[in-house]
């Protein structure tokens, strides 16, 4: 039954491929609830395991962090403030391109705080350029880099990836 | 042909599983135009009936609301006159846990209202978690709880079971 | 071995459709790094190139522009002077129905643009209908309509749509 097999062997490429798009998107759309529920260093620790044991959260001005004891630490600063006061970081849909072992997302980030009663407003609006490797089965963060989109060039340069992502679409695995 | 007949049975399963998370997103996302073009009572009852019969519509300071009319009723005091001045109910991309057929959803909604011309505000960013279930082969949402991220301890509480139903992932239906 | 051949086929047919509402979601996706990183002519043309050659982007006040060189153009008269200034186009996620090599999409844009130091406003939010169809085996956009959520009507009718929608779900191709 070669053909059999050979339509097989395709579907299971093609099943794996849409699972990796999938377990990114989860993972992307983990962070929010994550991070904006972390008010100590604890659960911080949580959303730094979200990273490789080597990752690198660059945050453009708040500075780049590499480990995840380092960017477990980058939330004690403010952000355990801001969350017991409400914080909420909310994804944009991101662009995905996987390449075997690794993938490229962009999306944007939008972090709202509240404002008054009744009321809430966008403190950061923000590019993220996701780096990401399979880790024993499981999809991790490599380098994130965030950027505000206030006109920043690096933030423009970043994003303009997109073109030639979306050129080359998925590679497959080598 | 046993390892084909393997072979296929694990990709059914896998592609069920892929299927429950896509018609999950696709209900999540249908109920932003649903609600915001619910003018009137005919209207929100479809928007009612993305709810199970016995379904619950938890919205913290709002009321819980339990069956698809009181659900459909809920809308009539203020929502019909907003959505006539524009109304949006952005989705952000759900986290999503299959259990057979149960599922838990979290993510996050952000409404927006217009603010004069040419500018519009957030006038309620709230965390969401859906509890569906598949009746007769369709998803529904057997309870939403809907809370404002404004430093409520609900909402934190709430969205803090994303740290186990990351670890834990999807289950298998027993 | 009628039988396993019977299960392939569906699977494979499923497949296809999993894949459509995929390539669906990363084409929307990429809609607004690469319209918020052109800041001239030549990258507006790779924005264009996103629709059919004789797609239509109708965007309400702003006026209908058919064809890729016209709805290049568009971008000419204010945004490569916001995209410079900083200017984020987040989608939210797409309701999808699909209908062969045809599909429509039901989402919410949100543009935001600075507003003072760590603050953004959102700009414009409007409703997006999105006419979808596959040429040479790509996903491109036939028509897209945009109108804002400020209780135009034209707006309300156009998300209507999506009571039918929901109720009829993917269509197969004929």
């Known amino acids: 039954m070669p053909d059999l097999t050979q339509r097989l062997t395709e ?7 849409q699972r990796d798009h999938l377990e990114i998107r989860q993972l992307i759309a983990s962070y929010g609830p994550m991070v904006d529920t972390a008010l100590d260093l604890p659960r911080a620790s949580r959303v730094a395991e979200l990273w ?37 970081h909310v994804m944009g849909p991101p662009f995905v391109q996987l390449n075997g072992d690794h993938a490229t997302a962009l999306n944007y980030s939008c972090v709202f705080r509240p404002d008054g009663e009744n009321r809430f407003y966008a403190w950061r609006v923000a590019a993220n350029k996701w780096e990401l ?42």
């Open 52 to 88: 490789t044991e080597d990752g690198v959260y660059d945050i453009g001005a708040v500075g780049s962090k590499s480990g995840r004891a380092e960017i477990a630490h980058a939330y004690e600063a403010r952000h355990f403030r801001q969350a017991r006061e409400g914080i909420c």
């Open 11 to 17: 579907l299971e490429a093609e099943m794996a491929r």
């Open 133 to 174: 490797s399979r880790v024993e089965g499981r999809w991790l963060v490599k380098r994130r880099t965030n950027r505000l989109m206030n006109g920043d060039s690096e933030a423009l340069a970043m994003l303009g990836v997109v073109d030639a992502m979306v050129e080359t679409g998925d590679r497959s695995p080598d």
